[in-house]
């Protein structure tokens, strides 16, 4: 009796497709790809990404990698690349309102089905990065350090990168003095001190210990005296 799904194979292939070979071989493609970024930051949106990559290793693509690992140049030269050759990609943004809500772990989960949801080709298996993502409709497997590891997901990284860089650089247009185009809404020190001596913005997520005690802070030094 043959099991579903079947058995993966896996033999050595070049770059990070050796695991969507092994899948698309056994009959599990499409392969869809999922990663988000920003993730850790105390400022702006999650967004998260889908890919789905054709078969054919386009030498355009040869360069992807982890996301953190690209300088913003070539992530920004990668980007134009993956759209336009990828079979199906998807970009969600969930706002920090959203993410100060739900909680960022189900905001990162809720992210990657929606990504899913919107890709134009129905994946036949998902490969995510880091963690099981229940109440995706297909067979998935979490990849420790999928970005470095698996070429959708790569894809996936910079998409949601890039994005996400983009609107920190026009949100530093909006709530200027924060340094969002440099910082991209992560806890650094001159965002701390930024954040300490302006307040939080309502781009702040104030579920996050540091922007919350500034709130406090803040609210405490305004409340009436007596």
């Known amino acids: 009796m043959t099991s579903w799904p079947p058995r993966i194979v896996i033999r050595r292939s070049a770059g990070l497709r050796t695991m969507e070979s092994a899948l698309i071989r056994s009959g599990l493609g499409p392969v869809a790809g999922v990663d988000e970024a920003g993730r850790g930051a105390c400022a702006g949106p999650l967004v998260v990404a889908a890919c789905v990559l054709a078969p054919k290793p386009y030498p355009a693509l040869a360069r992807l990698d ?3 690992k690209l300088t913003e140049r070539t992530r920004e030269e990668l980007y ?3 759209t336009r050759l990828a079979l199906a990609w998807s970009v969600v943004s969930i706002t920090a309102e959203e993410v100060d809500r739900i909680g960022v772990h189900v905001a990162n989960i809720e992210g990657m089905r929606r990504a899913v949801a919107g890709l134009s080709t129905t994946p036949g298996y998902v490969l995510t990065d880091g963690f099981r993502v ?3 409709p297909a067979p998935s497997l979490p990849v420790i350090g999928g970005d470095g590891a698996a070429a959708c997901i790569a894809a996936a990284s910079i998409l ?3 994005t996400r860089d983009r ?3 026009e949100m530093d247009d909006e709530y200027p003095g924060y340094g969002f ?3 991209k809404g992560y806890c650094t020190s001159a965002h701390t001190s930024a954040l ?3 307040g939080p913005c309502r781009e702040h997520r104030r579920s996050w210990a540091n922007v919350a005690a500034v709130r406090n802070r803040v609210q405490g030094t305004a409340a009436p005296s007596g």
């Open 66 to 68: 982890d996301s953190k």
């Open 80 to 82: 134009p690349a993956i």
């Open 134 to 136: 229940p109440g995706i």
């Open 160 to 162: 949601a990168k890039v």
């Open 167 to 169: 609107v920190m650089v």
């Open 181 to 183: 185009a440099i910082h």
């Open 196 to 198: 300490e001596a302006l």
